[in-house]
């Protein structure tokens, strides 16, 4: 792997992606407030009227893995808050591709279609990700 610097885009796509996962996945890294923001998404889902099927309340063996995803989501943010490296953004981009295969395929066996709300912020900063590290391929 070069040590090249990035150029200063990548580093700002990268650093917003990283700020954009902390604020949505730390709220998800303790089984306290993961149960909050889930009681949000039921909320949600009933108020809105939305399809799929209603999110159920979670035990607490299923808080342990969705902690699990919060805490390591949010380390992963707090790296590429630290080092806003193209190295960083190409796995980050990898990573929002495949988590948008899964909640795609949540969606297609019947998911609360809450996660649209998900999906979509997931697919944005991949798309952002990718043309960024495209336009700048020798940075």
């Known amino acids: 792997m070069m040590n090249v610097e990035p150029s200063p885009t990548i ?7 990283a700020v954009y996962d902390f604020f949505v996945t730390a709220p998800f890294a303790t089984p306290w ?37 919060g805490t390591m989501t949010a380390l992963w ?3 590429r808050l630290l080092r806003p ?3 960083h953004g190409t796995l980050d981009m990898v990573g ?12 297609a066996r019947g998911a609360s279609h809450v996660l649209v709300g998900f999906l979509v912020g997931e697919m944005a900063w991949m798309v952002a990700l990718a043309g960024v590290l495209a336009r700048h391929r020798s940075a």
């Not at 889930?38 to 949600?44: A, D, E, G, N, Q």
């Open 96 to 107: 929002r591709a495949l988590f948008s295969l899964w909640m795609g395929v949540a969606l």
């Open 77 to 79: 943010a707090v790296v």
């Open 85 to 87: 490296t193209r190295f």
């Open 33 to 69: 407030t993961a149960d909050a923001v889930l009681s949000v998404t039921r909320s949600l889902h009933q108020w809105l009227g939305l399809g799929g099927e209603l999110p159920p309340p979670f035990a607490p063996s299923h808080l342990v893995f969705v902690s699990l995803f």
């Open 11 to 17: 580093r700002r796509v990268v650093f917003g992606s």
